[in-house]
C-alpha cells in the first residue's frame, strides 16, 4: 500500500516497507513448501518372496515327445507333473491342449488362492522344421 505525501522520503520508505514485507511473506512460504515436503515419511520398499513354475511342452509328431510341468517347492526341490503332448498319431489332439490349459490354470490358481500374485508370465520357442518346444515361466511373487 503507498501513501502519497508531500514529502518525498516517506513516499520511497513506505514503498521499500511494502516490497521488503511482500519478499520477506514470500520466502516465509517458500521455507514452509520446503520444510512440508522434506519431512515426510520415506515409503519403505515392499520386499517379496518369488516362486516360480515352468511349462515345458514339445512339439514332436506321432506323439513322442515329453510335456511337463516343473514346480521348485520351498526346498528347491523339482517337483514335476506331467502334461499331454500335444501330438498323436492324428495330428494336434486339441483334447490335450485343453487339458495342458486345465493343468496350468490350476496352478495358477492353488498360487493366488494361498496369496501369490502373478508377476510375470515369459514364453519363449525353440523349433526346427518338425519339432519344437514352448517353454512357459510363471514367476509368482508374495510380500514377506
Known amino acids: 500500500m503507498v501513501y502519497y505525501c508531500l514529502d518525498s522520503t516517506h513516499k520511497v520508505r513506505t514503498n521499500m516497507h511494502t516490497n521488503f514485507r ?10 514452509a513448501l520446503f520444510l512440508g515436503y522434506s519431512f515426510r515419511p520415506v515409503p519403505q520398499a515392499t520386499q517379496y518372496t518369488y516362486r516360480q513354475f515352468s511349462t515345458i511342452e514339445s512339439v514332436i509328431p506321432g506323439g513322442l515327445g515329453r510335456s511337463r510341468v ?21 495330428g494336434i489332439n486339441f483334447k490335450n491342449v485343453a487339458n495342458n490349459d486345465r493343468v496350468i490354470v490350476d496352478n495358477i490358481n492353488k498360487y493366488t488362492a494361498e496369496g ?11 523349433s526346427n522344421d518338425k519339432t519344437g518346444i514352448f517353454l512357459t515361466r510363471y514367476l509368482f511373487r508374495k510380500p514377506v
Open 116 to 126: 501369490w500374485e502373478l508377476y510375470q508370465v515369459t514364453a519363449g520357442v525353440q
Open 70 to 90: 516343473i514346480i521348485s517347492d520351498d526346498e528347491s526341490q523339482e517337483v514335476g507333473k506331467d502334461l499331454l503332448n500335444f501330438y498323436s498319431l492324428a
Open 22 to 31: 511482500s519478499v520477506l511473506l514470500g520466502a516465509g512460504f517458500a521455507v
